[in-house]
């Protein structure tokens, strides 16, 4: 069955992470406003992945990421997930 799925657009700088269920990503490198790479740990080793241009890339099982019109110093993650899905900042769980 197919679920239905919501969009959430997070603007965050560089250095600033977000939590997928409980995988926690982070912004390593803003290289331009079309190009960013974020880290995540995978227990066996750090995963990095680089998004550019409009292009989703499937991050979780049914969990696509692309990148939306940031700003100077800032990206915009577009998160594509099934609404059972939690999709978190760094301050909602009272980290920082």
């Known amino acids: 069955m197919n679920q239905k799925k ?3 657009v997070l603007a965050l700088a560089e250095g600033r992470s977000f939590y997928i269920g409980d995988q926690k990503y982070t912004v390593e490198t803003i290289h331009s406003a079309g190009w960013v790479t974020l880290s995540t740990d995978r227990s066996w080793c750090i995963e990095r ?8 890339q499937e991050v979780e099982p049914g969990v696509n990421l692309s990148l939306g019109k940031g700003s100077i110093g800032m990206v ?13 900042r760094d301050e909602r769980r009272g980290v920082s």
């Open 76 to 88: 915009k993650i577009v998160c594509e997930a099934p609404r059972s899905v939690v999709i978190d």
């Open 6 to 8: 919501s969009r959430l």
């Open 49 to 56: 992945i680089d998004l550019s241009g409009s292009l989703r």
